[in-house]
């Protein structure tokens, strides 16, 4: 049984830097797969923020790209997310994601991460 | 970028009728890469439909999806009062990647 789980602080500074882990069970980060963040403002919709193959190899969002990294721990079958300048505009719930079949499967619980 | 855009916002039915869900792509990179999702009030979204029409694991017949040019549509037939949430189309391919659109609010009555 696939089960993501994020964490990571819940509050950050505005112009600070919001770091999110994303530990994965039931299946090994290193098979082939994408695994993908997804953010959601208060009462707003969706937007994915971008992806991370088992090499490390990384697609982002455009309207975040000079802002976001992704990264893979294999040894400890998790991967992150870094956002760096934050602001009020990036207050969301954010969800790590197993990928599927051009679709995002299986989903975290979702973490809200406050810039304040 | 293409937009996703659905209609409607809100779509107030009642136990036991049929809700057509649908989403319209301004630009369409592959007729398949579209999917649908389900979120209720403070859970994380469910995939329901993936490759326009194929149910995920575990979703029951009463979902459905399929498409006609550049609108793709989610039916929900013998609606139940669980059926209640926000309903979003997605779509692969583009830039960024993955798009959603805005969401309907399914209310059951």
Do not use: M
């Not at chain 1, 969002?61 to 990294?69: D, Y």
């Amino acid at each position: 049984q696939v089960q993501l789980q994020e964490s990571g602080p819940g509050l950050v500074k505005p112009s600070g830097t919001l770091s999110l882990t994303c530990a994965v069970s039931g299946v090994s980060i290193s098979n082939s797969d994408w695994f993908s963040w997804v953010r959601q403002a208060p009462a707003k919709g969706l937007e994915w923020i971008g992806e991370i193959w088992h090499t490390g190899s990384t697609n982002y969002n455009p309207s975040l790209k000079s802002r976001v990294t992704i990264s893979i721990d294999k040894s400890k079958n998790q991967f992150s997310l870094e956002l760096k300048s934050v602001t009020a505009a990036d207050t969301a719930v954010y969800y790590c994601v197993k990928n599927g079949w051009y679709s995002l499967d299986f989903w975290g619980r979702g973490t809200l991460a406050t810039a304040s | 970028e293409s937009v996703l855009t659905q209609s409607p916002d809100t779509l107030s039915l009642s136990s036991g009728d049929r809700a057509t869900l649908s989403c319209r792509a301004s630009q369409i990179f592959n007729d398949n890469f579209f999917a649908w999702y389900q979120q209720k009030p403070g859970q994380a979204p469910r995939l329901l439909i993936y490759d326009t029409s194929r149910r995920a694991a575990g979703i029951p017949d009463r979902f459905s999806g399929g498409a006609s040019e550049t609108d793709f549509t989610l039916t929900i037939s013998r609606l139940e009062p669980e059926d209640s949430a926000v309903y979003y189309c997605q779509q692969y391919g583009g830039s960024p990647l993955y798009t959603f659109g805005q969401g309907t609010k399914l209310e059951i009555k």
